[in-house]
């Protein structure tokens, strides 16, 4: 009997296929190895093919979309709601197959090779940034030990490094040592400064990101993440529901027709959901014109900080959202 849906489960070695063809029926279970998963579906005709969006899913879509097949992502969280009882591979593979084919399930666009090298590039940035941030914690808590103090942050560890070489009490295994930690983070200074330097270039190379670049909270880092993100902004149907995404709305549990709203649902991309918060943050900050907004004046005055900043960032993806699917430029609002 032909197949019509498959269900893939994908894994490190091995892979489960759960074939179904047009009336609903199985034809076919079966678990194949790494190297025998291409030569599988060369042998099919062309047929919807569901995964879950997760590791090395974009990677087999785009094989399997070279073959003829459709491919369709789903994440991994809408698919729970349609497995049965326990969990294995198999049970798995059929849950994709059903949720493949409901019409109201989300899918996640495939991405091209090109998106997934740009988002590489915040990964690599991001993963380096938190490495600086444990040497620095390494540096000043082991020179605590020995009664070197200084104010917190990485621009002062040049001032532990001085007082270092003046107290001559210290051991001279420690200070071997911390020199080498200080070594190994100046070398991921630089690295993160050529991970900035090649952003920015992606950057001023892609006009989507310039025109998001011009939102009061949103630099290149910001905008390049979003660009490479979020190829097609239309998947979503409007700004809110873009916000919504990336977890910048209050958590609902709702019932009985009464509205019960908590924090944010932090349900979405935590990398840009962290970048937009920060860039409000900073917006509160440093922009005279943003504390001058009444709209931000009267958040001030009723609520903490934090929540105003996660508001403003949540205001700042719906503009987001409109620069790119309009494809218009940022216009500031007029205030009367």
Known sequence: MEVTTIGLDLAKHVFQVHCMN???????KRRLRRREVIAFFAALKPCLIGMEA???????????RALGHEVRLMPAQYVKAYLRRGKNDAADAAAICEAVTRPSMRFVPVKSEAQQAALMLHRVRDLLVRQRTQLVNAIRAHLAEFGIIEARGPWNVGRLLVELEQDSAVPE???ELVHLLAEQLQEVERRIADVDARILAQHKADPVSRRLAAI???GPLVATAIAATVPDPLAFQSGREFAAWLG????QHSTGGKPRLGRTSRQGDAYIRRLLVIGAQSVLYCSKAARA????QGLLAKRPRMVVAVALANKTAR?????????EAYKAAVTA
Request: aromatic share 10%; with cysteine.
């Open 319 to 327: 503009i987001a959202w409109a620069v790119m699917a309009h494809g």
């Open 248 to 251: 910048l709305v209050p958590r």
């Open 22 to 28: 047009a009336t609903g029926s199985v034809v076919l």
């Open 216 to 218: 009061p909270g949103i």
């Open 54 to 64: 997760c590791a090395t899913a974009h990677y087999w879509a785009r094989e399997l």
């Open 293 to 296: 907004n009444p709209w931000i």
């Open 173 to 175: 295994l420690v200070r």
